[in-house]
């Protein structure tokens, strides 16, 4: 595995219990890990952006399968070298990451195949991108082209925000990410996150989920990587699900594989569910954080079974993996500053959080001697089930509860709009 956060320790814990991996007398290692992790993997130091390295550690060590959690080593071709060392491994290669890696790739792929997604031009010149202003009405979106860490999109409310924000894009306020911007329809609707696992070829759906990227209560405030979510997403019914693969993930995986870039791994799509049905608002070449935690939480099938047949291409052997019916629920609990500047070393004591089927998953932390202390902006995922999301909300919360974190916050709301659903 390679990765040190909550997705990443919510993929090892399910590796871990995985009958695929035992029955081999596999071992499982994660480069760097994190506390949480060492409790399920053997943690090693590993320069992602070294690949000779990587490969050589795999070799020597008769590694299976390399499970690359987050984006930038996919952008970055590390399945590449992976695979040309004859490494299997679970994610894109680097010409199929650039679904998630460049808007302008995404947005130009989906008018090839058709597939339901806002209106845009793509942009070159911040002349040009005012321009293309009077093409659309407010709220205006603009995006980054590149990867900004989540942080590249702006919804401007009227015609000078967007300029002043055209103006900071294209004056290298996300760097490089900013070089290029694309101007996007606004879609007015609910966002749910969608995910199906393929080997290239073969797509299966891999649950659905919903978070909250606000960091304040009612979904106000600035934009986090995600406060907390829960899985299933309810408003994706079997019907929409249905439509979303049909409309827009297979034709997806079948254009990559036209195009002589076959898609390998987790497909996770942010959907807009429209008045006219979902709409692609943006491809991600990896789980979503912390959505994989609550997709982990509720997953029966072997994890490391349909990882090891996405990269070796025969999904289409393996029944479609079952997911409890429960409502799985993550409330990240983050330093306090986040997401500006977050505290670092904030003593955290779990105590007994995981005592009544709750877990906490490792997002950001570090030990200090025999301390756990907070090490990054999100720093826990403590995650639980129930019946439904109101259950799965009063066992999530009945489990922060019992963590000690004073430099710690976190969203007191998780769910609410599933909650009024419910009522
Ligand atoms: P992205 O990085 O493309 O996922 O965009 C970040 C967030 O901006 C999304 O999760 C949406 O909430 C919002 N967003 C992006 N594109 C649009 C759009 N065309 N219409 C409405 N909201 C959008
Ligand atoms: N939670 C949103 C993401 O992983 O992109």
Known sequence: MLGGGGREHALCWKLAQSEAIAKDGGKLYAAPGNPGIAACATLVTLDEKDHAAVCKFCDTNDIGLVVIGPEAPLVDGLADSLRKAGIAAFGPSKAAAQLEGSKNFTKALCDRAGIPTAGYVHCTTLEQAKDALSGFSAPFVLKADGLAAGKGVVIAESEADAIAALEE???GA????????????????????????????????????QDHKRVGEGDTGPNTGGMGAYSPARVLTEALVAETMERIVFPTVRQMAQEGTPYIGVLYAGLMLTDEGPKLVEYNCRFGDPECQVLMMRLESDLAQYMLAAAGGSLAALPDPTFSPQTAMTVVMAAKGYPGTPEKGGAIDLGNAEGAGAQVFHAGTKLEGDTLVANGGRVLNVTAGGADTGRAQAAAYAAVEKVDFPSGFYRKDIGWREIERER
């Open 169 to 171: 894009m294209f004056g």
């Open 174 to 209: 996300f760097g490089d990410a900013g070089a290029e911007v694309v101007v996007e329809e606004f879609m007015a609707g609910e966002e749910a996150s969608f995910f199906a696992l393929t080997d290239g070829e073969t797509v299966i759906p891999f649950g659905t989920a």
